[in-house]
């Protein structure tokens, strides 16, 4: 074979008694972290790691009370201040961490789940069923969200569990039309025409084909609207329909520290500052996250 012959297709041959130069193979550049995401991963270990364990952070307890510290600005020895019942500051916004979190990530994950089935009915009921169903949807969408929390919350009393439950049903009608939309896609496709052709069951169908092709575009929304459902949560606790006292939850925090925002402004503003953080972690990861799935994302 000569050497014209071994030579890459679209490379010409190199003159008689002139080597060739070596080929160059092109490497793809490492991609690049942003420092956005990063940072926002970072801030969410933090946070999450506090709501797991709270005493690598804080020692003591959030309930502990000393009526001779009451108000004190933030020291070395109380990094936030101290409360109108000389409780440390710091040490209930860590603990609080917990709260905060649980409201908004089981209220988002009962919420998928509630979508899950409702989008799923609506897409392989008949017509009447799927009208019916998206209906209701949509008038709990025309609904504003706190008429609708407080509307849940006669039902289901106050409380961490009553917040919970408003955010999750405030939450699914969105998510259900999501999952009824992909629904309909997947079953107008070619393979499960085909698994249907072939005699498949249909509820082997709905768990094989339908549902796994639901849950991606599903998951990417839930975690876009895991920031709001925490600040949704912290905002029935402000308004002392979610968490009561003493729970050291950071909406229940804010309203302990509104009548002192002249003399003890550090009531209010560290817990404000740490549900901000955290729901602008969270937002910025789940946008990533959804432009990652949606191919914008550089690659």
């Not at 020895?77 to 409780?87: A, M, N, P």
């Amino acid at each position: 074979m000569t050497a014209e012959h071994s030579l890459p297709a679209g490379v010409p041959a190199a003159p008689t008694g002139v080597s060739a130069p070596p080929l160059r193979i092109r490497r793809r550049p490492l991609e690049r972290v942003r420092p956005g995401p990063a940072v926002a991963a970072l801030v969410l270990l933090l946070i999450v790691l506090a709501a797991a364990h709270p005493a690598l952070f804080a020692g003591g307890s959030p309930a502990d009370t000393d009526p001779l510290r009451t108000l004190q600005p933030p020291s070395g020895r109380h990094w936030f201040g101290t409360d109108q019942l000389g409780r440390d500051v710091f040490t209930r916004a860590v603990y609080g961490t917990r709260y905060s979190l649980a409201i908004g990530a089981v209220s988002t994950g009962a919420g998928v789940a509630l979508a899950v089935l409702w989008g799923l009915a609506a897409a392989l009921s008949g017509r009447f069923g799927d009208a019916l169903l998206m209906r209701a949807a949509e008038v709990l969408l025309a609904l504003p969200g706190l008429l609708l929390a407080l509307m849940v919350l006669l039902i289901t009393g106050k409380g961490v569990a009553g917040a919970t439950i408003a955010v999750a049903v405030g939450t699914a009608p969105g998510f259900a039309r999501v999952v009824r939309g992909q629904a309909l896609v997947v079953r107008r496709s070619g393979y499960v025409e085909g698994a249907v052709g072939l005699g498949v069951r249909r509820p082997l169908i709905v768990l094989r084909h339908v549902l796994p092709n639901t849950l991606g575009p599903l998951l990417v929304l839930a975690t876009v609207t895991l920031g709001a459902s925490i600040s949704a949560g912290a905002a029935l606790s402000y308004l002392g329909l979610g968490a009561q006292p003493p729970t050291p939850e950071w909406g229940a925090m804010l309203t302990d520290g509104q009548d002192y925002l002249q003399q003890a402004w550090w009531i209010a503003l560290f817990p404000g500052l740490l549900l901000v953080c955290t729901v602008l972690a969270v937002t910025v990861l789940g946008r990533y996250a959804q432009a990652r799935y949606e191919g914008r994302a550089a690659s």
